[in-house]
């Protein structure tokens, strides 16, 4: 959370300290409303006595605190003011920072951090931080000045009426700590079983057919009665111990006043005491124990803001691991070559890919194939960067990737991705995403290569809304709309990271028919499950637990290559082989 | 990006979609609240005896201030005639106080004690009714429904009424007896200084009420700001590799940043706004303590034990005063109670699936396998026919395979088959009765399913495959998976046949499929339903899976959703789906020789 404050600028630190003066000021003049009103109840007492008393000398003091309350309404509404401003700044500020990291990160943080929880660390997170710099502003500040004016204006009063208010606060603490160490451990028990709740639920939700189809509604029942069972009575645990709350405190603070009233009558028996001051030390006591409430109120809030700030803070202070590179001007166009590359995840055994190379030239289409975990995926994230490889070396256009900026390196990469990924906006926005100079011809001819003939008989056409998400095209338009945004791209290098599974045979057909017609300059990379789509590439690496098994064309790996065969068996006949 | 594709996405609502749900207004306050009331009825008696020690807890606190004042009264009365304080009376009179504050402090426990008991009753009891109703409702309500909304039903909404229960109904109870009780207090002790209170009552409520028609403006665009920078933060996470390869980080940035100034911006103003309506109503009321004490002070001038009477006045005048204050609070927790009990309610309230009590059965012992569908036809929605006047004669034993383009509706069959959906018009029959006459119950256990979206419950392996059949014997759970191909891998890992599954259990897809096919073996049902994978199964297992699959339908009646060609090829029947409709059916010869649709679908799949 501290580490955070680096994202204050200067007028917020100015604006913070401007606060803590204000506030300082306000919890005074509430001290001096007090001090007017015993002086009244004063006067009063020396009227009762035989001094004389006129309405007047009571205006005088009425004038002034009217004017004290007027002080603390502007101190407060400045202070919410400059509060509100300085978090929603600093929460802007936070904001801007971590979207920044997140685009900066490579594919390596995005895992380690995984997507979902950078969503709620850029949302809700951020959100709560922002709260808490608000509350430690407005609360945290206010509390302990309020405290320290308000005992020592009761030690200031009378000592032995102090000692009861200690008391007091001595056993509002101690309730305040039962509270916190009773209830506070059950709160996180009660977040794992609403849980445990909804997953249940959602079990029965995605599983609604085979619930029904097995007949099993009574044994979902039954599961789901044991966690609801097990979450209502730590529920209901918390709810009694808290229900301690409010009658404890409104006990102590009526004890406390009857305490005072009880001690009082005794002092002032004595002659040390007034009964004015009486009254105004029952105010300053009743102070003291609220500020004292709002402080061990702040210990429950301030640590889940903590939190927050220290997952923020983890996003922020994590460096992507790759980086620009020198820059370069390579001399060919749509080359890339592997030479001896192996990779593996930070801190896995394991080796994901190991010792592969080839080599694909200018307008060329190499596919690569295997069955689940063999490591197609990887192998082309090393070309654009998402990982860097861990030894060897990949070369595009006969430089290495990690030489190149990486925008010179993505402008020769056309990447479309396994699952076709929209962004909300139109169908003509998500075309131009990676070149927004593109012709309405280049749209055309992009959406005809990619047979997305649907645009046309949507009502309006291009400038059909894409809704968040791309759910309001089917999977295989959005595959084909991602194919079509990368060819207007016109890169040298096309990579395809199994985007043709979302298409029925027949489509898939055209579509390379088509693309090998119109990119006919362009080198293509492929990844593949179906044998379909690959049996005229010029070139197939065939992989296997992160190994070239084989490498070559469609017949010569009939002939040459076992897991090449019992894959292309396992799709296709042995007359259509 | 294999990890993010694992993390569940909350369809409709963002991850941020719960928060959200604060300014959210119910359509109907009334009858939301009436529904909410009439679902408490089992609880009345608790709440009525939990709302009567509230009132007595309140009147009791109530009367402090007023017995105190006995207390000061004789102390200012000692000190004015300069005479001793009669200790025995403050004595005496302390001793009462104490008295009476421990009786509220307790009442107002037992209060919190009874209410939370029925709080826990009725969430329970709700979130009960929903499970219980998420069975019953036939299927095609979960077609336009997500699974995000539902859930948060089930813990959200549920939640928010269980707060509004704990909290707010013993609030409005005390709320209106302390008002009422502080107003005929301060009655009691000045009318004239009640006068003042009550003239800067109109003032406080006219500025609040400003102040949350203009902060309520900017909570609103601060909600829809929220919701859209949410919306850009999920798309360029998800997307995170194409705004990579794009070279799109720019334009993003440039997007991100118009929406978080406009978010800034409003809820800069919200909080401020809303932050402002404390000091104004703190300002008020001092300012009428201000008038009380200097009022107050003139009326003592003639009778100065009336000093005392304004030290206790400020107190209820406080009290008064925070009440008006807790009045807005109340009625925002009701509006969220309330929009939440009306999500739950209309929950609880759509139409279920007809109730099926008289219908025969049929023994499980005697099918014979026989299925005729008889001039069926069906659509999702009303008036838009898909199956039009299908008809088909199944012999016992056959296999038939639905074949078509990914999208033609294959699983439609299914639906019909397993009384998922009801059938608009025309017959399905098995073994010559009409599957309308036997219970959905009945439907369903003639039919094994093994679907391609394998679904695994949290529980060991063991009662995943049990699953609907929980009295089998550990061996025929065994010989299924041997049966399945899945016994050996079972057996290699930690913990065998007990090891506990979950979402993030680490078996493969392949390795699922497996385990459902042997699920469906224990279940042992006379005919079959099967969907064949089409990817993301690496070569061996598939290899494996089909040997199973073959395995299973043998000597069953079995429908498959085919993606093989062997499997088309031997099927006896061929179904072929295009749009929803079932535009040819026969076998792999007859429809080749058709020269329609399926040798074209088998032309561009199968031959190069």
Not at chain 2, 335 to 351: I, M, T
Request: proline residues 2%.
């Amino acid at each position: 959370m501290i580490k955070l404050l680096k994202y204050f600028k200067f007028m917020d630190w100015l604006a913070s300290l401007f606060v803590v003066g204000i506030i300082v000021f306000q919890v005074w003049l509430e001290m001096e409303l007090i001090e007017y009103m015993g002086s009244i109840i004063s006067l009063i007492q020396m009227h009762a006595q035989g001094m004389p008393l006129t309405a007047l000398d009571l205006w005088n003091v009425g004038w002034k605190m009217i004017l004290i309350a007027f002080g603390i309404c502007a101190s407060v509404v400045v202070v919410n003011f400059l509060a509100s401003k300085i978090a929603a700044r600093f929460s802007k500020k936070l904001r801007t920072e971590v979207f920044k990291k997140v685009n900066s990160f490579s594919m390596e943080e995005m895992n380690k951090f995984s997507t979902a929880s950078l969503i709620t660390r850029s949302t809700n997170d951020i959100k709560q931080v922002e709260q808490t710099v608000f509350m430690t502003l407005r609360m945290a500040i206010t509390a302990p000045v309020m405290a320290c004016f308000a005992i020592s204006k009761i030690i200031g009063s009378s000592v032995e009426l102090s000692w009861t208010t200690g008391v007091a606060l001595l056993i509002m603490l101690f309730l305040v700590l039962f509270l916190f160490f009773v209830a506070v451990p059950k709160f996180s028990q009660i977040q794992k079983k609403t849980d445990r709740i909804n997953n249940v639920t959602r079990e029965n939700l995605t599983g609604i057919r085979v619930v029904r189809a097995y007949n099993a509604e009574k044994e979902q029942e039954e599961k789901f009665e044991e966690v609801n069972k097990d979450l209502t009575k730590t529920n209901l645990f918390v709810n009694r111990v808290m229900a301690l709350m409010w009658p404890g405190l409104e006990l102590i603070m009526n004890g406390l006043t009857i305490a005072i009233y009880w001690v009082g009558a005794y002092l002032i028996n004595v002659g040390t005491l007034e009964y004015y001051t009486m009254v105004t030390f029952t105010q300053y006591a009743m102070h003291v124990l609220m500020s004292f409430m709002f402080i061990s109120m702040l210990f429950v809030f301030i640590p889940r803001g903590v939190v927050s700030g220290r997952r923020t803070n983890e996003v922020l202070s994590t460096k992507s691991k790759i980086h620009d590179g020198r820059g370069v001007k390579p001399q060919t166009v749509g080359e890339v070559e592997f030479k001896d590359v192996s990779f593996k995840y930070p801190d896995a055994q394991e080796y994901v890919l190991k010792d592969i190379s080839f080599k694909v030239n200018k307008g060329e289409t190499i596919a690569f194939i295997g069955s689940t975990g063999s490591g197609k995926s990887t192998l082309i994230n090393l070309i654009p960067r998402f990982f860097d490889a861990t030894e060897g070396e990949i070369l595009v256009d006969g430089e290495d990737v990690k030489n190149y900026k990486l925008e010179d390196l993505n402008n020769k990469l056309g990447y479309v991705p396994q699952k076709g990924y929209l962004f909300s906006g139109t169908i003509k926005s998500n075309l131009l995403y990676g070149n927004e100079n593109a012709s309405d011809e280049d749209i055309e001819m992009a959406l005809k290569v990619s047979q997305s003939d649907f645009v046309k008989k949507l009502e309006d056409g291009v400038d059909y809304e894409i809704a968040q998400g791309g759910t309001n095209v089917s999977g295989g338009q959005r595959q084909r709309l991602s194919i079509a945004r990368a060819i207007i791209k016109k890169p040298e290098i096309y990579i395809f990271d199994d985007s043709f599974s979302a298409l029925d045979y027949k489509t898939d057909k055209n579509l390379r028919k088509a693309l090998k017609t119109y990119t006919k300059d362009a080198t293509k990379i492929i990844v593949a499950q179906r044998i379909g789509t690959i049996i005229d590439a010029d070139k197939i690496v065939v992989l296997d637990e992160g190994k070239m098994v084989g490498y070559g064309t469609h017949e010569e790996l009939l002939k040459n290559c076992e897991v090449y065969k019992e894959i292309a068996l396992s799709q296709l006949s042995k007359e259509e082989l | 990006m294999a990890k993010t594709e694992k993390t569940p996405k909350i369809k409709q609502r963002g991850p941020m979609g719960h928060g959200m749900n604060t300014g959210e207004k119910a359509k109907d306050f009334k009858k939301s609240m009436k529904m909410l009331i009439k679902s408490l009825r089992p609880n009345y008696v608790s709440i009525i005896f939990s709302l009567l020690f509230a009132i007595i807890g309140t009147v009791l606190a109530l009367a402090l201030p007023n017995v105190t004042k006995i207390v000061s009264e004789e102390i200012f009365s000692a000190i004015s005639q300069n005479v001793s304080v009669n200790l025995q009376k403050v004595m005496t009179v302390s001793l009462w106080l104490v008295c009476m504050t421990l009786i509220s402090a307790l009442f107002s426990y037992f209060q919190g004690f009874i209410l939370s008991g029925v709080t826990a009753k009725v969430t329970k009891r709700l979130r009960t009714q929903i499970t219980q109703k998420i069975n019953v409702l036939p299927l095609k309500y979960f077609d336009s429904q997500s699974y995000g909304d539902i859930l948060s039903r089930v813990t959200n909404d549920v939640d928010t009424i269980g707060q509004t229960l704990n909290q707010s109904l013993s609030n409005i109870v005390t709320c209106v007896t302390m008002l009422l009780g502080a107003l005929i207090m301060m009655f009691v002790n000045s009318w004239q200084l009640t006068l003042i209170t009550l003239c800067a009552m109109p003032v406080s409520l006219i500025l609040v009420s400003l102040i949350v028609k203009f902060s309520q403006k900017y909570f609103v665009k601060q909600q829809n700001s929220l919701g859209e920078i949410n919306g850009i933060i999920e798309e360029n996470y998800y997307a995170h590799n194409i705004v990579k390869t794009f070279n799109a980080e720019e334009k993003a940035q440039n997007d991100f940043e118009k929406v978080n100034k406009n978010l800034c911006h409003s809820a800069f103003m919200s909080q401020f706004l809303s932050g402002t309506m404390y000091p104004i109503m703190n300002f008020i009321s001092n300012l009428v303590y201000v008038l009380i004490c200097v009022v107050g002070g003139i009326m003592s001038i003639k009778n100065p034990l009336f000093a005392v009477t304004i030290v206790a006045f400020i107190q209820y005048m406080r009290t008064f005063n925070q009440q008006i204050g807790q009045v807005a609070q109340i009625s925002g927790t009701l509006q969220s109670a309330a929009a939440a009990s009306e999500r739950v309610f209309e929950f609880l309230n759509e139409q279920e699936q007809e109730k099926e009590d008289q219908k025969t059965k049929v023994q499980l012992g005697s099918v014979k396998g026989l299925v005729e569908f008889k001039n069926v036809s069906f659509g999702y929605e009303k008036d838009k026919a898909i199956i039009h006047n299908f008809s088909a004669k199944i012999l016992p034993g056959q296999k038939v395979a639905i074949v078509g383009p990914t999208g033609a509706g294959k699983t439609t069959l299914v639906n019909l088959l397993m009384r998922f959906y009801e059938i608009d018009g025309g017959e399905i029959l098995i073994d010559g009765v009409n599957i309308k006459d036997m219970t959905r119950e009945n439907v369903r256990a003639l039919f094994g399913m093994v679907l391609q979206d394998t679904w695994i419950f949290d529980g060991t392996i063991r009662e995943n495959i049990a699953y609907g059949t929980p009295n089998k014997t550990n061996k025929e759970i065994e010989d299924a998976c041997c049966f399945a191909h899945i016994d050996h891998f079972i057996r290699s890992l930690p913990n065998g046949y007990d090891m506990m599954l979950d979402e993030t259990a680490n078996i493969s897809q392949g390795q699922r499929q497996l385990l459902t096919i042997a699920r469906a073996m224990v279940n042992n049902a006379p005919m079959l339903i099967l969907d064949e994978a089409t990817s993301s199964v690496d070569t061996r297992t598939e290899i494996m899976i089909q040997k199973a699959m073959d395995k299973l339908t043998e000597g069953r009646t079995s429908f498959v959703i085919a993606h093989r060609l062997s499997t088309i090829k031997n099927a006896d029947q061929i179904l072929v789906m295009k749009n929803g409709n079932i535009v040819e059916q026969g076998n792999h010869d007859e429809l080749l020789k058709q020269n329609g649709f399926y040798a074209e679908l088998y032309n561009s799949q199968f031959a190069e």
